[in-house]
């Protein structure tokens, strides 16, 4: 989620409620000063001042089917407004109205007044002024002012400032049951899970707790420094924002409990205290209020960073993943730090788990060998270190039998995994820094090919005690050695040069097999590709290429300037890479080369990118100190319409994508590519879609909220065998100039 869009003084005095009209995108909010306001929350004006309550406005309640919506206040009195903000229909009770709940099942209205809650049916609408809109259904009297009320699975769930819970059934009123005393405090606040029905509540007593429907408690969340203010359950990163009078929401994991607000990129502080939360399922937004009377906007991109970590105090120059007996771990190292990040498949959340140093300047190079369960680092002062798991046989004996040695082997698993790594001893012989590590098995033989600067390779025998160098190939390129990668069943490695040559070798008789030609820059990395059975490299001559293995360039890539970092996905073979505008790009490995997702958020250069298969998850590493991770692509986005969201309605300009996919570039506008006829080009890979009907079926069904602003004009270009959809309400865009000028 990030900050979509603040609007600061929204009204004179304190705001109460708010409330969001999906069809006209449109936001009421409510304030002490007896006003209701109408918001176009793209623009952040103003539309309409509605004056009809001489108290405070204490809700408001926006009815989808009806397209009507209610309001209430400490004046007594419950008003009903038309599609065009005209008041139709009062209702005065003539006691002071706190909530307001819908049950559009029995199109009920619930109202909380004071001790009382009172259910009304909704007649025939017609928007005359001579129609009784609410036919009183029945009229309940509590224990304890009404505070808030939620209406579910045919029950209403009220809070009240005793601190009681009590359910009814919400078609005749009838209580169903009460729970006493569910906090130490009165209950300030309440919201629904829709996802796993149960209900959340907040209190004066600082503390969050939820509940199955029936009244049963699941867990609480404590540690707030002051009353919760608001709720909210985000639908899709299943999460909680809760706000107790803070400057920023606090995020928690709505399986757990667990306080994930670190790991969530765009959260910020902001001036005042935010005081209330509402998710808005429509358009994928938070809708927040703080106490300096402003309106916060988050909204879900769904190509920013699911989290950010802080990996180092220092640049992060490397990463490396594994999936050994220990589960999916990640390493980062910066500076002469490396860390160690246990990474959950169940939700593929990142937790630190440790830190290492080194006695070096920088790690530029690692790599995890799961046959032995080591860790291996190349760093600037020509040294490679081993790292590894100690044995703990003294510990294992006081813990487990010795006679049932699968126990043995989990308690060593689980022992490990706790106690961490450690230091084993270094290699040498490089005379510069080591840049590239690969590791692979011979028979029972382990081996790991280095690479430096030195522009020398090393083969080291990693079975050996002592001299573990066994051969090496002096001056195998001109000028610096940056990667290398191992082609197992071909028993080959390759290596990158920064002149833009890549040599392949024989690993057996260290022999040049060949020399791949076709970059003009220097080439970053090179990797062997299983899904394409070929080596792929990138460069920051800006193309990534795919190579044959008789060592021609079987297609190139052209990305959007100089590639600094690169990865293969391992799902789907996709070239992953990370330009020098700071910003990461998936393509499709085929000839077309077609773009597939692209994400930012990063600050400085990009310096390392990994997929992790099990969550399917790009991490990447940069020096602005920071790891994000990426969610990788998903079937279901290819012609997603939904995120395509008109910022503005200045000049003509156009989005190409091959896959109908595209990517936002910043808060309020998306990037565009123009071309000639200033048109939306739509196809599904090579299988293009031939019917006419059916591509204006489609475009129709995924635009369903901008349609009428969005689409004037659908043309068939049959010789082409694609279909376009005319737009002419996005503002041109320039892509951001490269650090490098590359």
């Known amino acids: 989620m990030e900050v979509h869009h603040i ?3 929204a009204h004179q005095q304190k705001i109460l409620c708010f409330s969001y009209n999906p069809f006209g995108q449109r ?34 309640l926006y009815v989808d089917k009806y397209n009507i919506m209610f309001s209430c206040s400490l004046d007594g009195v419950i008003v009903a407004w038309n599609p065009l903000l ?36 909704v007649t025939k609408i017609r928007f005359d002024t001579t129609i009784d809109l609410l036919d009183t259904v029945e009229v309940i009297r509590l224990s304890g002012f009404v505070r808030c009320i939620i209406c579910a699975q045919g029950r209403l769930v009220v809070g009240s400032f005793d601190r009681a819970i009590t359910i009814y059934e919400s078609a005749t009123g009838k209580k169903l049951s009460k729970m006493n005393n569910i906090h130490k405090a009165a209950i300030s606040v309440m919201t629904y899970d829709e996802d796993n029905n149960r209900f959340i509540t907040g209190g004066f007593d600082k503390k969050v707790k939820l509940f199955t429907m029936d009244g049963s408690m699941i867990y609480e969340i404590g540690g707030f420094t002051d009353v919760i203010t608001g709720i909210c359950y985000n639908r899709i990163t299943k999460t909680l924002w809760v706000t107790a009078n803070s400057n920023q929401p606090q995020i928690f994991d709505a399986l757990t409990g667990q306080n994930v607000t670190e790991f969530v990129s ?52 490397v990463l490396t993943c594994t999936s050994s007996r220990h589960g999916p771990q990640l390493f980062s190292a910066g500076g002469s730090t490396i860390k160690r990040w246990e990474i959950v498949e169940a939700d593929g959340q990142i937790y630190g788990q440790e830190s290492y140093r080194e006695d070096t300047d920088s790690i530029l190079s690692a790599v995890y060998y799961d046959d032995l369960d080591i860790l291996i680092t190349g760093s600037s002062d020509k040294h490679i270190w081993m790292w590894g798991y100690a044995p703990l046989p003294r510990l294992l004996d006081k813990v487990l039998p010795k006679s049932k040695p699968e126990l043995e082997q989990m308690g060593i698993d689980l022992l490990e995994k706790v106690t961490g790594m450690d230091y084993r001893y270094s290699l040498d012989g490089h005379t510069d820094r080591v840049t590239g590590l690969a590791t692979l098995r011979k028979g029972d033989t382990h081996f790991l090919i280095s690479v430096s600067w030195d522009m020398s390779i090393n083969i080291w025998d990693m079975n050996r005690e002592n001299n573990h160098l066994r051969r090496s190939i002096v001056d195998a390129h001109r000028d610096y050695i940056t990667s290398v990668s191992y082609a197992g069943h071909r028993g080959e490695f390759a290596t990158s040069c920064v002149d833009g040559s890549i040599h392949v070798w024989g690993f057996d008789a260290l022999e040049l097999r060949m020399r791949l030609q076709g970059h003009t820059s220097e080439v970053c990395r090179v990797i062997w590709s299983d899904f394409l059975s070929g080596w792929t490299s990138a460069s920051q001559d800006g193309t990534v290429k795919v190579w044959t293995t008789a060592g021609e360039c079987l297609h190139s890539v052209r990305t959007t300037g100089g590639v600094t970092a690169f990865c293969l996905d391992l799902i789907k073979g996709y070239l992953v890479v990370g330009t020098v505008d700071n910003w990461i790009r998936v393509y499709d490995s085929t000839a077309e080369g077609a773009l597939i997702q692209e994400n930012g958020g990063h600050k400085d250069i990009i310096t390392s990118l990994v997929h992790v298969k099990e969550t399917n998850q790009y ?31 200045d000049a003509e300009s156009t989005i190409s994508r091959p896959y109908g996919r595209f990517d936002i570039f910043d808060k309020t506008s998306l990037r565009a590519e123009k071309d000639s006829k200033s048109q939306i080009v739509l196809s599904q890979g090579s299988s293009r879609l031939k019917e006419p009907a059916l591509m204006k079926k489609m475009v129709e069904r995924n635009t369903q909220h901008y349609k009428r602003s969005v689409l004037s004009t659908l043309t068939t270009d049959r010789d082409a065998g694609r279909y376009s959809a005319t737009r002419s309400l996005f503002p041109p865009i320039s892509r951001p100039s490269s650090k490098f000028g590359l």
């Open 7 to 9: 609007i600061p003084d």
């Open 619 to 649: 991490i990447s590493a940069s020096w602005d100190q920071t790891i994000r991770v990426w969610a990788g692509p998903r079937a279901d986005r290819s012609h997603d319409m939904s995120y395509f969201m008109p910022a503005t309605t």
């Open 266 to 317: 765009g959260i910020s502080e902001h001036e005042g205290d935010i005081q209330q939360l509402q998710f808005i399922s429509a358009t994928n937004e938070i809708i927040g209020v703080a106490s300096h009377r402003c309106v916060i906007t988050w909204k879900h991109n769904p190509f920013t960073a699911l989290s950010t970590l802080q990996g180092s105090n220092h640049v992060i120059e």
């Open 86 to 121: 005209k008041p139709f229909f009062e209702k005065k009770v003539n006691i002071p109205c706190i909530c307001l709940a819908w049950d559009a099942k029995r199109k009920h209205l619930i109202a909380g007044m004071k001790e009382w809650i009172h259910l009304y049916k």
């Open 27 to 60: 936001l009421y909010t409510g304030s002490e000063d007896g006003s209701i306001k109408c918001w176009d929350l793209e623009s952040g004006k103003c539309e309409r001042v509605l004056l009809k309550h001489d108290g405070w406005v204490t809700d408001l």
